[in-house]
């Protein structure tokens, strides 16, 4: 499995991380995880472009994590007019009646492909591809989900927007790469976020190979200062999430 960083900051605006977003190649499909605003000029840059996406998972609807789902719909509508292949979009509880009246009231549906939105289950499979949900602790108005994808005995958790607790660390367990919310120092904690010493402990708990903490707010710390406190608690691999950055696990 193969991916792109597309999005390492938050809804604030920063000169160097666009809002969240990521691509995954796995499993001969080509997946978006989050669709943040500037996740598509993101992707063009990346030269993965729209026309190939195979589906969208959102982890939940805030809108740094849902700002272009309709301007990739629309983009795909008028500039993918040759696309036949069904795109669907998975998103935690509740996001169909979200997906219908937020984002499909504000574009026509395509003429020549399907969209399908579905809200997820606890195990998605597709072809070799195993995709596992778990809920996250986030923010009380909405439901937020994780996603786990496993491939060929390797597996990469996303984590979305999260707080600390049992079910995030027992299910991005023994995963070769955890991409782990982690906004703030730990000084600066904030409620349904985790700070870099909380990432590093649920990555030592989870018994994971490789940390890519993201997610980060425009706090005035250099990222060692993020990277030294995940050390505290995690001694495997950290990588630092930025733009552009690719994985594979």
Same mark, same amino acid.
């Given at each position: 499995?193969?991916?792109?960083?597309?999005?390492?900051?938050t809804g604030?605006?920063?000169?160097?991380r666009?809002?969240?977003?990521?691509?995954?190649?796995?499993?001969?499909?080509?997946?978006?995880?989050?669709?943040?605003?500037?996740?598509?000029r993101?992707?063009?840059?990346?030269?993965?472009?729209?026309?190939?996406?195979?589906?969208?998972?959102?982890?939940?609807?805030h809108?740094?994590?849902?700002?272009?789902?309709?301007?990739?719909?629309?983009?795909?509508?008028?500039?993918?007019?040759?696309?036949?292949?069904?795109?669907?979009?998975?998103?935690?509880?509740?996001?169909?009646?979200?997906?219908?009246?937020?984002?499909?009231?504000?574009?026509?549906?395509?003429?020549?492909?399907?969209?399908?939105?579905?809200? #997820?289950?606890?195990?998605?499979?597709?072809?070799?591809?195993?995709?596992?949900?778990?809920? #996250?602790?986030?923010?009380?108005?909405?439901?937020?989900?994780?996603?786990?994808?496993?491939?060929?005995?390797?597996?990469?958790?996303?984590?979305?927007?999260?707080?600390?607790?049992?079910?995030?660390?027992?299910?991005?367990?023994?995963?070769?790469?955890?991409?782990?919310?982690?906004?703030?120092?730990?000084?600066?904690?904030?409620?349904?976020?985790?700070?870099?010493?909380?990432?590093?402990?649920?990555?030592?708990?989870?018994?994971?190979?490789?940390?890519?903490?993201t997610?980060?707010?425009?706090?005035?710390?250099?990222?060692?200062?993020?990277?030294?406190?995940?050390?505290?608690?995690?001694?495997?691999?950290?990588?630092?999430?930025?733009?552009?950055?690719?994985?594979?696990?």
């Amino acid at each position: 499995m193969k991916g792109i960083v597309l999005g390492s900051g938050t809804g604030i605006p920063s000169p160097s991380r666009n809002s969240a977003g990521y691509h995954l190649e796995a499993g001969g499909l080509n997946l978006l995880i989050d669709c943040g605003p500037g996740t598509l000029r993101r992707l063009v840059r990346a030269r993965k472009g729209i026309t190939s996406l195979d589906a969208v998972f959102i982890t939940h609807t805030h809108p740094d994590h849902v700002g272009d789902l309709t301007s990739l719909i629309h983009g795909l509508r008028i500039g993918a007019t040759g696309r036949r292949k069904k795109l669907t979009v998975y998103g935690p509880p509740g996001f169909r009646d979200f997906f219908d009246r937020i984002v499909m009231t504000q574009v026509r549906l395509p003429d020549h492909f399907t969209i399908e939105a579905l809200e #997820v289950e606890e195990t998605i499979t597709l072809g070799s591809l195993v995709v596992r949900t778990f809920p #996250v602790r986030h923010v009380e108005s909405l439901n937020s989900v994780a996603y786990r994808f496993e491939e060929a005995g390797a597996a990469i958790v996303f984590s979305g927007d999260c707080d600390y607790d049992q079910t995030l660390i027992d299910g991005s367990r023994n995963a070769d790469i955890l991409i782990l919310d982690c906004c703030t120092l730990d000084s600066d904690k904030m409620e349904g976020h985790l700070s870099a010493g909380l990432a590093g402990l649920v990555a030592a708990k989870a018994g994971v190979k490789h940390l890519i903490p993201t997610h980060f707010y425009p706090i005035p710390a250099a990222d060692s200062e993020r990277e030294q406190e995940c050390r505290i608690q995690f001694s495997g691999k950290i990588t630092l999430a930025e733009d552009l950055m690719t994985f594979e696990a």
